[in-house]
């Protein structure tokens, strides 16, 4: 599932690659307003998927999965790129370990309608740092394209606690971006290796990886999947 910043198209690529190899794909779109809500969307999703799920989380889509991967029908998580949280901690709090990423610096703070309340503040990224910070190794004409097709995050969500934490009882797996402007790639490491998640790392990859990279993702998935529902 994608991360902030993006849609699900995103995973193109890597989705081709799976189908290629005979792996049923479901791509739902993340709303990106809230930890718990979207948690909530995307646990409904795959408890109404009659089988074995194996949960794939790019960026904040990696705390998405760590809270609805409870759900009984999920059999792995995957993080890519991804933040990985504790239950009880909130994006902000991980990330507060370590140094910031650019990404902070380069947002753009929106808002949007609350009903019933006051308008409520989402960010994207500056349109003019996007492809260094979000994209780097994807040729300049797509990044031109994704900077202006970017889905906002609502603010609130790095300060949102996590409700559980999946990886606790159900394995995982993760891709480390290694040129990771976004997210500071000693984040991902950390969240990882705290989950006990069997660990991949692209040394000059950017947050973008499952763009750049949608092969290497997609053998990562696919070890995930081979290692949790066949026999």
């Known amino acids: 599932m994608h991360g902030a910043f993006a849609d699900a198209g995103s995973w193109s690529g890597v989705i081709a690659e ?26 409904s999703v795959a408890a109404q998927i009659d089988g074995p799920v194996v949960l794939v989380g790019h960026s904040y889509g990696g705390a998405l999965i760590t809270v609805a991967g409870t759900t009984e029908n999920v059999v792995g998580l995957v993080y890519v790129a991804a933040y990985v949280p504790e239950q009880g901690e909130s994006l902000g709090e991980l ?8 990404l902070g610096a380069n947002l753009k703070q929106w808002t949007y309608p609350v009903e019933g309340g006051e308008p409520a503040v989402e960010v994207t990224i500056e349109a003019a740092a996007f492809p260094e910070i979000f994209a780097a190794d994807v040729p300049a004409p797509v990044t031109k394209v994704l900077a202006v097709a970017q889905r906002p995050l609502a603010a609130a969500a ?9 990886w606790r009882t159900k394995p995982s797996w993760a891709l480390v971006a290694g040129a990771d402007e976004a997210i500071n790639p000693d984040v991902q490491r950390f969240g990882a290796e705290r989950a006990g998640a069997k660990v991949v790392e692209l040394a000059g990859a950017s947050h973008a990886v499952a763009v750049s990279q949608p092969k290497a993702v997609a053998d990562l998935i696919h070890d995930a999947v081979r290692a949790t529902t066949e026999d």
């Open 158 to 166: 790095f300060t949102e606690q996590a409700a559980a934490a999946a």
């Open 18 to 43: 799976l189908q290629n190899q005979g792996i049923p794909v479901l791509a739902p779109p993340n709303p990106l307003r809230g930890l718990a809500s979207d948690a909530a969307y995307i646990a």
């Open 95 to 102: 990330q507060g370990r370590f140094p910031l990423a650019p």
